[in-house]
């Protein structure tokens, strides 16, 4: 006997997939409720042999910016031994904008270890919660971020180029060259604080200090022994050599990159730049072809620079070698391709083969300047 035919039921339809927005509109905005209580902007202010580095102090200026943008308080963190004047350094960072500075002295402080510096500064973020913390990419800069931000769990904008808050989220919106420089890129740490970010020195302008500013300074303690660190610091022994080339601080630079075709026409680059009282300064295939010394190298892989004037011989002006260099008061291009992308974006341009326009320009300076020094005298 067959067994009867069950009867039919009717299809349920389907539920229609729901389609996710793409890019922005797709992410969750929303900062965790316990995250929200983060505020401020703080910055690390590094210091050496009693010297405030100079990037402290133009990361103060850009996190003034950031904590006007934000309606906060900007704060600075000053670590060191018991002697140093930490204290002085706040007092300074004051007529730089800060509005208080955290200040801890301790024996195992004194003299840069990482260990003992990230405890310090992760234990101040922990207790006061500030909502974005900026440290110079310098070497003890970039040691001591990529620490703190492994050990808060969080956000680290690597060598950035501007700093913002987006107006969507608030959020810190770092912007950093990527692939190599060519493409420039954005990011912002939605779901974690503080927001971290480092930025090379002369890449934001310095600011004016305003004589008379205060703040307040909060005393704190570190709370570590020295046997509990691995690391031991036994002497200091200054670089002999570490001011010879000085490019992120020279006033006249003078660059050659590989248009100049070897090395032997590099002289008239150093020509040019002994008569103005200058830098010489290179493009990166030039260090790499061993023309010049890798401490000569402007660009994204190099130097950041900030002269009052800058000329570039030879060079094509790709965005490696250009976010190094942009920021200068004055760009002079010489290059025989009329449409180089140097030509876009510095204010004086000569089309014309660098080696018959340099010996022009090293002839036509050190003439004016002659006369200009008789007639001084």
Same mark, same amino acid.
């Given at each position: ?19 996710k927005p793409a890019g922005r509109a797709g992410r969750n905005l929303e ?42 308080a900007v704060s600075v963190v000053v670590l060191g031994g018991p002697a ?9 960072a004051f007529t730089y904008g800060a509005d208080k500075a955290y200040v ?113 300074? !909060? ?5 570590? %022994?020295?046997? #509990? $660190?691995? +690391?031991?610091?036994?002497?200091? &022994?200054? *670089? ?82 250009? !976010? ?5 008061? %004055?760009?002079? #291009? $010489?290059? +025989?391709?009329?449409?180089?992308? &140097?030509? *876009? ?33």
């Amino acid at each position: 006997m067959n067994a009867p035919t069950p009867a039919a039921t009717p299809a349920t339809p389907a539920t229609p997939a729901v389609k996710k927005p793409a890019g922005r509109a797709g992410r969750n905005l929303e900062l965790p409720e316990h995250l929200k209580a983060y505020k401020g902007v703080w910055v690390f202010l590094e210091h050496e042999r009693g010297q405030v580095h100079t990037v402290s102090w133009e990361l103060l200026g850009e996190a003034r910016k950031l904590a006007d943008t934000l309606g906060s308080a900007v704060s600075v963190v000053v670590l060191g031994g018991p002697a140093e004047p930490l204290e002085q350094f706040a007092a300074q960072a004051f007529t730089y904008g800060a509005d208080k500075a955290y200040v801890v002295h301790d024996a195992v402080l004194q003299g840069y270890r990482n260990e003992p510096f990230t405890k310090g500064l992760t234990d101040l973020v922990n207790k006061y919660q500030p909502e974005i913390l900026l440290l110079g990419a310098t070497s003890m800069g970039r040691d001591l971020a990529g620490s703190v931000a492994t050990t808060l769990l969080t956000g680290l904008t690597a060598d950035c180029t501007e700093l913002n808050i987006d107006p969507v989220s608030r959020a810190l919106a770092a912007t950093r060259p990527t692939f190599g420089g060519s493409l420039l890129c954005t990011i912002m740490t939605l779901a974690y604080r503080p927001q971290m970010a480092t930025v090379r020195p002369r890449v934001m302008a310095m600011p004016q200090a305003q004589a008379g500013r205060g703040g307040e300074i !909060v005393q704190e303690t570190l709370g570590m %022994v020295e046997s #509990a $660190i691995v +690391t031991k610091l036994l002497d200091f &022994i200054a *670089d002999a050599s570490s001011n010879k080339i000085n490019l992120p601080y020279a006033d006249v630079i003078v660059s050659g990159g590989k248009g100049l075709k070897n090395p032997e026409n590099f002289k008239l680059v150093f020509e040019l730049a002994r008569v103005l009282g200058g830098e010489v300064g290179a493009t990166r295939p030039c260090v790499q072809a061993g023309w010049v010394e890798a401490e000569r190298q402007v660009g994204q892989t190099g130097k950041t620079v900030r002269p009052k004037l800058y000329i570039a011989a030879g060079i094509s002006g790709a965005i490696q070698h250009r !976010v190094g260099m942009e920021s200068a008061d %004055v760009i002079v #291009a $010489i290059n +025989t391709d009329p449409n180089a992308p &140097i030509f *876009d974006f510095a204010h004086y341009g000569i089309v014309g083969n660098a080696l018959q326009v340099l010996p022009a320009l090293t002839q036509a300076f050190a003439e004016h300047l002659s006369r200009g020094g008789r007639h001084a005298a």
